[in-house]
């Protein structure tokens, strides 16, 4: 028998999943190999440093998903 319940993933206002991917510049998740000092080769993920920030937009104040690089240069404003 298996259980049917809600996925633990949380719905953001993207109309899907959250993930680290920057509303600015888009910057998100890149695939590589993680390679030890013994040559050990892993797969990995390496995530964007994206925060849930609230910019003021022409309509009002909005909840984002921005990187630091952006938050940084000023590419948006804190409400």
Request: proline share 3%; glycine share 10%; with cysteine.
């Amino acid at each position: 028998m298996f259980c049917v319940c809600k996925p633990k993933i949380s719905i953001g206002d993207r109309g899907g999943a959250v993930m680290a991917k920057c509303d600015v510049c888009g910057k998100g998740v890149s695939f590589g190999i993680a390679v030890s000092h013994s040559h050990r080769r892993n797969n990995r993920a390496w995530k964007a440093n994206v925060r849930t920030v609230r910019v003021k937009t022409p309509g009002g104040a909005k909840t984002m998903h921005v990187c630091a690089s952006c938050l940084r240069s000023n590419r948006v404003e804190r409400a």
